[in-house]
């Protein structure tokens, strides 16, 4: 059972966090480690807003933060990302339920790809908080998938690369920052959620794809979010 005071709320990009930030009238702002955390109230549900930057690196330092100063009890991720299967198409909505970092190889070694010694090709999203996603999205008959998150810093336009992530891992989607956040928040013990809408289909036509539809699929998955910190706020316990 999750009893939430204070929860965290990241995206990637100002463009992902925009669609959330003005559905509050009222909010103060923090700047911390090159960084700013705006903060928001639900109800009595104190929540931390950030755009972490594009990348892993930065999501993870954002997530640790978020952890360690903040003290959130939760993370729910909101953006967009490219799809990789074949019956996603662009602005639909998918919920993470594993994660993967696919662009670590150490396969040199024995390892599997995406392996990290004393870690795991995969993470696993937190089952609480995507059942609440499955109810919020039956709540507003809006189609949910589910599937994985291929995490890699790179942008994905090579259809020889996307397929690679298909095989290797069964990604549904591959982005840029959601394995970093899922690591940061197994080591903390602290559940998470990744929503990702899909702005483009990571072949040829993705730069073009990601810059019509960045805003568009961002206010999608915003949406989604805001609605599941409503539940979060009028629930006492999940």
Known sequence: MLNLTTIGVMGAMAEEIAPLLAKFSHHTSEHIGNNTYHHLKLQ???????????????AATTASTLILHHKVQAILFSGVAGGLAPNLAINDLLLATK????????????????????SSVFVESDPKLNALAKSVAQKLNLPLKEGIIATCDQFVSDPVRKQSFVQHFGASVVEMEGASLGFVCRDF???????RSVSDTADGTAPTDFDAFLHQSAQISADFVYTMLQELATSKSL
């Open 44 to 58: 009595n549900l104190n929540i931390v807003l950030a755009y972490s930057k594009i990348g892993k690196v930065h």
């Open 99 to 118: 994660l993967c970092q696919a662009d670590i190889d150490l396969t040199p070694f024995n390892h599997p790809l995406g392996f990290i010694p004393e």
């Open 189 to 195: 013990n602290i559940p998470f959620c990744v929503l």
